[in-house]
């Protein structure tokens, strides 16, 4: 789509206007709880260690971790997950816009840990670099055409007979079991309106699963999360495999 489409259609202003809001949230959250700092919250309130756990868990079984393997976290925040595979892995690399989140994921990280800010839609890395890519909680940042060129981008740096996770993922279908009430539908039209968006963008998963095999990979399933995990009732994981 040419320059002056993509802008008049809003999806550059919502992308842009998310890189906008971690930057500063990160900066004026460094003190906070450290789920409070990536806003992985239910009621306002962080996720209870147990469920902490049991998503960590539910991450684990699906990347298939082998010693030997290097790992590819992308966006990964202030690296509450990333954190609990640094010794599931030879070598683990840790992406995110924020150089206040990168520095949390670096203190005291072993020597097999490389953490540096940079955006998701343009970093680069070369041909079959990792084993596995994890991306949690992230796509919904990206509009629509920028997802597309991420999976063409990683199936290429993705080694055959590896392993992506898409975790969290807002479910397109499902939106209104989130957008629940009078109150929220209105805050979530007013949004739109100004070029914003709650939660970020929602995808279908026959969207993805389509796209998926667009960009070459050889098998794409969508997970529905256990009813325990606390935005079941409108996100879902995507696992490929290359």
Known sequence: MPLRGRMETGEWRMTDYWKSF???HAKENQNTEPQLQVLRTL????????VFAAIVDSVVTMLEPEPDNNLL?????????TRELFNRFRNVTAVDLSEEFISQVSSGAPDNVTAFSADARTV????KSFDRILLYAGVQYLSESETVELFIRMRRWIRE?????????????RKWNFFNSP????????????GKSIVGNWFEPGWLEKLSHHAGFV???TKLQPQSFPYQHYRFDLVLKS
Not at 124 to 127: D, K, L, R
């Open 22 to 24: 971690w930057l500063t």
């Open 43 to 50: 009621n306002k309130q962080p996720v209870e260690p147990d």
């Open 73 to 81: 976290d992308l966006c990964c925040g202030n690296g509450l997950i």
């Open 124 to 127: 680069e890395f070369p041909a």
């Open 161 to 173: 007979g590896g392993v992506i996770m898409l975790g969290d993922i807002p479910d397109a279908t």
């Open 183 to 194: 109150e929220r539908e209105r805050a979530y039209f007013e949004a739109l309106r100004e």
């Open 219 to 221: 098998s794409a399933v």
